[in-house]
């Protein structure tokens, strides 16, 4: 069990990584040639410009906060939604061990955070993500609008945070399973980027952008 | 497959581009854009939901444009879109979004539903799938030149009535005019105090305007209905009329959609800048009142506790939002802001077309709670706007909810303030 764990492990680490990364870079240049090659939206209602405020650069800033008004509406997804995606961020550039495979990947090096943050911040991800995925589960509107895509996509990306909580904590698992599901969990992961609703890592930014330029030059900051 | 069928996914195809294909991906279903639409606040009905009145649009997206789409449709995981899904889309498409964007100033990945549905409608219409009264409207706007069939006559058979009554001349046809005047055909058969009350600010500001018989209407049917081809009829009758005079800017009046037509779609559906500018009414006004070209008497401020709904399409879709409070604040001293206003204001409800389709009144008056509840939360018992559209619609909510509130227009309530110079300079004396 513990050969077929190291020899799990080895592939993920090899071979499985090198076929994530690959279908992630080809499936990530498709998506971008699929949205980009379309024709761009008509510029000419810049002819009547006036613009006031804002910019397309603004907007994709902007839309990280909750706009007025609307926390009382939703509590539970603004803020588990900011928690998770936050604390995703953190424990995935700030753990040292991530560092170092960065740093092993791009040469790029910079500092982490002690064990100790990183640990509270995982635990507050696992709980953010639970509630994200009670609220698309309760939430009239949001089960309403999901299908199974959604929730498969949950699962994608809540994988990768609980193997790797369970390998850093060496609880459940043998630390060698542990760590190859997680490599493993997390090759999945990249591999639906492309071709599911986790392309918002990408397109959310240019959607901000063509969402606050257009209102931008009508004197709206959006 | 039928003929109209094919032309309108034709058309639909035509309306995607970089942006749209950018917000369909980015769109994670977190239902966030729910909370800002009032047919779905006000109904709880999920099928308002801002981005699921998009599904069509979606379908065909993702099994044209997308290769995932492709392979899901040729495996047989993705349904063909069909005419009769569109045609069961009419509603949510027409009747319950008044392209008001407000689901676009709140979506966390900055999509922007409202644009979509203006782009669904262009396929929708195509297909044959626009309400009836809707299309009526459209087509007395191509071939009487006014979606309610208003003609120049009437026109100015209002004109000499007015002109009696507040004793000035209303210009028509002045050839080199500064600014260009256009109506909405409301205005000129219900509320035409807003004719005498530009009338009277530009006399005092000593501007050089104009209205023109053969382009004087406002509204462009072509905008709400969703066919950009009549949309460009509309439009270029006005470049027409301005040219014809010589006009430098043209004004919109206090009609929401009309100022979107042209100033923002305007130069789209020509494929080329217009030859002039386009402001609206308030822009102009404001300016006025800033270069010091009226003028009002600090001392007799109305005191009404009032308060101002933005027209949608003036303010968040305008960018016009500072203009009418800082004239507001000119002329009144008890102006009250909404919680929710300017860029989140909420909508009438009537927006987008929704006030020609008879079939959407229950909807219509339902949503109205919204409004209702915010006049309610100010505690005024007069509100302003800057829209006819917006003001039937919140006469007609304030009448069915038997509520002790009138509604104004902002321009006639500027004018209503006008004093002389010679007029304020008498009394600080």
């Known amino acids: 069990m513990n050969a077929f764990a190291t020899e799990l492990l080895l592939w993920v680490k090899g071979p499985g990584f090198t076929i994530a990364v690959i279908i992630l870079m080809l499936g990530l240049s498709i998506r971008l040639m699929e949205i980009f090659g379309m024709k761009a939206p008509d510029k000419l209602v810049y002819s009547q410009s006036n613009r006031q405020s804002g910019s397309g650069v603004q907007t994709i800033f902007r839309r990280f906060l909750i706009p007025k008004g609307m926390l009382s509406r939703a509590p539970g997804i603004y803020l588990a939604g900011i928690l998770f995606h936050i604390g995703y961020a953190v424990v995935f550039f700030l753990f040292e061990p991530h560092i170092a495979l960065l740093n092993n990947l791009t040469g790029l090096n910079w500092q982490g955070l002690p064990n100790s943050v990183i640990d509270f911040v995982a635990v507050m991800t696992l709980f953010s993500m639970i509630v994200v995925l009670v609220c698309r589960m309760g939430r009239r509107a949001m089960r309403f609008l999901s299908d199974l895509e959604d929730y498969l996509v949950w699962l994608l990306t809540f994988l990768p945070l609980l193997t790797g909580f369970v390998a850093f904590r060496h609880v459940l698992l043998p630390y060698t399973w542990a760590l190859a599901l997680h490599l493993l969990s997390v090759e999945l992961l990249m591999i639906a980027i492309p071709f599911t609703k986790l392309m918002h890592t990408v397109t959310a930014f240019s959607s901000r952008w063509y969402n606050g330029d257009i209102y931008s030059r009508k004197g709206v900051m959006s | ?429």
């Open chain 2, 1 to 429: 497959m039928s003929a109209s069928f094919t032309r309108a996914i034709n058309v639909l195809r035509e309306q995607v581009d970089a942006s749209v294909a950018s917000f369909f991906s980015a769109c994670t279903h977190c239902g966030l854009c729910s909370e800002a639409c009032l047919f779905y606040t006000e109904t709880g009905d999920p099928n308002y939901i801002p981005i699921y009145k998009l599904e069509p649009f979606r379908h065909l997206y993702e099994q044209d444009f997308t290769l995932a789409g492709r392979v899901k449709h040729i495996f047989g995981l993705s349904p063909e879109l069909t005419d009769v899904a569109l045609a069961q889309w009419s509603e949510l498409v027409y009747d319950s979004c008044t392209l008001c964007g407000r689901c676009a100033m709140v979506c966390p990945v900055g999509n922007n539903p409202g644009a979509m549905v203006r782009k669904l409608r262009e396929g929708m219409s195509v297909a044959g799938y626009a309400p009836d009264s809707l299309v009526d409207a459209t087509q007395r706007n191509v071939h009487l030149g006014s979606a309610m069939g208003v003609s120049y006559k009437t026109l100015k058979a209002q004109l000499i009535h007015l002109e009696t009554d507040i004793g000035l001349t209303v210009p028509v046809d002045v050839q080199g005019a500064d600014y260009m005047l256009l109506l909405s055909s409301m205005e000129i058969v219900q509320f035409p105090e807003f004719i005498s009350a530009v009338t009277r600010i530009f006399h005092q500001a000593g501007v050089s305007w104009t209205i023109s018989s053969t382009a004087f209407e406002a509204s462009n049917s072509g905008i709400q209905i969703g066919a950009s081809d009549i949309a460009q009829q509309i439009v270029e009758r006005t470049i027409k009329g301005a040219q014809a005079l010589g006009v430098k800017t043209v004004i919109t009046p206090e009609c929401g959609h009309s100022y979107t037509a042209l100033r923002w779609e305007g130069p789209t559906l020509m494929g080329k800048p217009l030859p002039f500018k386009v402001r609206h009414i308030l822009e102009v006004v404001d300016q006025l009142h800033q270069q010091g070209r009226i003028h009002f008497d600090p001392n007799t401020k109305d005191t009404r506790p009032l308060t101002y709904h933005d027209p949608c399409q003036i303010a968040r879709q305008g960018g016009v939002i500072e203009a009418p409070r800082r004239l507001l604040n000119a002329v009144a001293s008890d102006f009250r802001e909404m919680a929710a206003h300017g860029k989140m204001n909420w909508c009438c409800g009537g927006g987008g077309g929704v006030s020609a389709i008879e079939r959407a009144d229950p909807l219509r008056s339902t949503v109205f709670k919204k409004k209702k509840q915010q006049i309610e939360e100010v505690g005024v018992h007069t509100v302003v706007s800057a829209c006819s559209n917006c003001r039937m619609m919140l006469e007609q909510g304030i009448e069915d909810n038997s509520m002790d509130v009138e509604v104004i227009s902002l321009t006639e309530l500027v004018a209503d303030h006008l004093v002389s110079v010679e007029q304020t300079v008498r009394d600080v004396a």
